[in-house]
Every structure is written in C-alpha cells, then in structure tokens.
C-alpha cells in the first residue's frame, strides 16, 4: 500500500502539497506507466496541471482531483485504452486502497463497470488482491523517496495559467462580437417595425447535467435560488418557500428522492435531495402539465451516491396546477442509475 500522506495544515500551499506527495504521486504512476521515465513525468505534467488552477482545487478534497488528473492524463494518449484502464482500475483498487464508488467517480463511469473490470483484471493477472498488492509493491521498490522539482512545477503552472487566461479572452470575445451585433439588429429591427425572435427559441444544450461541485459551492440554480452542498446534506437559499409543501429527506441508506417547491419570480421552483444510489444517477426527469423535463443535478466531489438536483426553469403557474392536482399513485420525480433504471421515485403524495 502507498504510504500515508502526513497531514497539512490548514491553508497550504501547492509547495507543501507537491514535496508531502511527489514520491507516492510517482509510485502510482510507475504502477500506471510500467516505465520510470513516463512515470516521472506524467506525475510533473499532472502537478503543473494542478499547480495552474490550484487556486480553484477544494483544500478539502485535493487527493480526489490530483489522482483524477493523474489517471486520466495517463489514460487519454494510450493506445490499448481498454487494458491500460483496467490495470488503472486495478491499481486503484489494491494499491491505492479505494472504494469501488470511490473509482467510479473518478473515471466517470458506473459502479457496476468497475466491478467488472476489477474482476477482469484479476482473471488476466492470474492473481488475488493480497498477491496482486504484493506484485505492486514489488514493482516500485526502486521508487526512491526524491525531491519536488518545485520550481519547474510552479514556472509551468504560471506559463498554462496564463495561457488558459489568454484562451478564454480570446474565446469570451470571439462569443460577445455576435451576441453584440445581435442586439444591434434588434434594436435596427425595433426601429423598423420588425422584432426578433423570442429569446430562447430554437436553441438546446449538449452539456451534461450532472456537475460535480466543491463543498460549499454557490450555485445559481433559478431566479434568486442559490443551491450548495456539505459532506452531510444539500442546502438552499430561496425568496420564498411555500408552507406545507416541506421535502421530507430520504434515508441515505435507501435508495430515495426528495421533493420541494419554492415561489419564485417566473412561477414554481422544483428541486429536492436524492440519496442510496449505486454511484451517480445518469438524469433526473421531473414530470410537469407540459410533459417530462431533464433536471439538473449537483453532486459533491469524492461522495456518489447522493445529490441534489433541481429544474432548470421555473414551472408556470399552468403547469403548477396540473403537478398539484397529481393522483397519489403517480410519481412527479424519478432518479435514474448509471444502468438507465428507476432508482427511485419522489413519495408525495398531492
């Protein structure tokens, strides 16, 4: 097993991070790699990495997003991806020392998938976990205990986050020249007795939505709702909540969701807590008059299987009427898993 790291204190640095972890950081990746060399540096390339947005990086949940940057970093320019991830897997597992939902989070990928690959990397090694942890600790006996190249990490963090600053410049300008000559034309057609077409129409989004959040992150949810999380529950900062229609919070060991309505400006606020999945749910559909919407979700870094999710618009009052006159049996919120299964179904009964 990979020694423990020691404890840091409270506000540190990225110096302090890179020197307490760089021998165990190099170690795993010699684990990754199999070679010294690509050991070295895809451990200096994933530093420098975090070393350009550590400013960002949750001090409480550092190992989860450096051990993310790391393994993927090694697994993005592989060839043999399918092998190279489950020996990925593997080493997380038995060397590492991490939950099966610990990995899934990870690699972004379902519960379920890593426990087939671990049983598949078993079957192709010819081993069992306690051999397995033995061939791994043999592997980087010759790891020696070395110094953080520190000023080579840091010069490369400032060189990429300069970089990615200049980037989104470039990007947040090449958006804003259209968006600036649109408006121009509205007012042009405003003058000339012509209008526009109405905001929002015929426009979708590709993005995911499930995103994973830092403990205490702010996030606007709806008009004037902001939404965050901590290791123990979700969290809401609403105008106004409706009396009578409180959430009742599901057990975390049984798989439930949760359901809430707040009066905001614009109509209905739906949104809830979810606990007891096998790993992240793959959508969350909240039934309304008009038919089925996508909900967001928000899920906190290092702790699948629990979130809170929200829609994305207000829910008109027309619509509102139809969601409370619902019969008792029908369900207005269901959480689906990785698997595309009903994981859970919201209790209210109107």
């Given at each position: 097993m990979?020694?423990?790291p020691h404890a840091l204190p409270a506000g540190h640095d990225f110096a302090a991070y890179a020197r307490t972890h760089w021998s165990g950081l190099l170690a795993t990746a010699r684990l990754l790699?199999?070679?010294?060399?690509?050991?070295e540096e895809l451990v200096r390339r994933t530093l420098v990495r975090m070393c350009a947005r550590w400013r960002r990086v949750p001090r409480n949940d550092v190992d989860f997003?450096?051990?993310r940057c790391l393994v993927r970093g090694h697994l993005r320019p592989v060839r043999g991806r399918r092998a190279a991830r489950r020996r990925a897997v593997l080493v997380l597992r038995f060397w590492e020392g991490l939950a099966d939902a610990e990995i899934a989070q990870l690699l972004g990928?379902?519960?379920g998938a890593v426990r087939?690959?671990?049983?598949?990397?078993?079957?192709?090694?010819?081993?069992?976990?306690?051999?397995?942890?033995?061939?791994?600790?043999?592997a980087v006996e010759d790891v020696v205990p070395s110094e953080a190249p520190l000023a080579d990490l840091q010069t490369g963090g400032r060189i990429r986050r300069r970089r990615r600053i200049a980037v989104a410049s470039a990007v947040c300008a090449a958006l804003l020249t259209p968006v600036a000559l649109l408006g121009v034309d509205r007012m042009s057609g405003a003058k000339d007795g012509t209008s526009g077409a109405r905001a929002g129409e015929g426009t979708g989004s590709a993005a995911s939505p499930i995103r994973v959040v830092a403990p205490g992150e702010r996030v606007t949810a709806g008009p004037?709702?902001?939404?965050?999380?901590?290791?123990?529950?979700?969290y809401w900062s609403v105008p106004v909540r409706l009396k009578g229609l409180e959430d009742s919070e599901p057990a975390r060991d049984e798989a439930g969701v949760s359901l809430r309505v707040d009066n905001v400006d614009g109509g209905f606020f739906l949104s809830g807590l979810f606990h007891g999945l096998k790993g992240e749910p793959s959508r969350v559909e909240?039934?309304?008059?008009?038919g089925t919407v996508t909900a967001k979700v928000l899920v906190l870094a290092g702790s699948p299987g629990w979130g809170l999710w929200y829609a994305s618009a207000p829910v008109p009052d027309k619509d509102m009427k139809a969601v409370l006159s619902t019969a008792g049996d029908e369900r207005i919120v269901k959480v689906y898993d990785a698997s595309g299964?009903?994981?859970?179904?919201?209790e209210r009964e109107w």
């Open positions: 990979p020694p423990t790699t199999e070679d010294p060399g690509a050991a997003h450096v051990r990928c379902s519960v087939a690959q671990v049983r598949q990397g078993l079957k192709a090694t010819g081993a069992d976990p306690g051999r397995l942890r033995e061939v791994y600790a043999r004037g709702v902001r939404v965050w999380l901590t290791a123990d529950r979700g909240v039934r309304t008059g008009d299964q009903v994981a859970a179904r919201s």
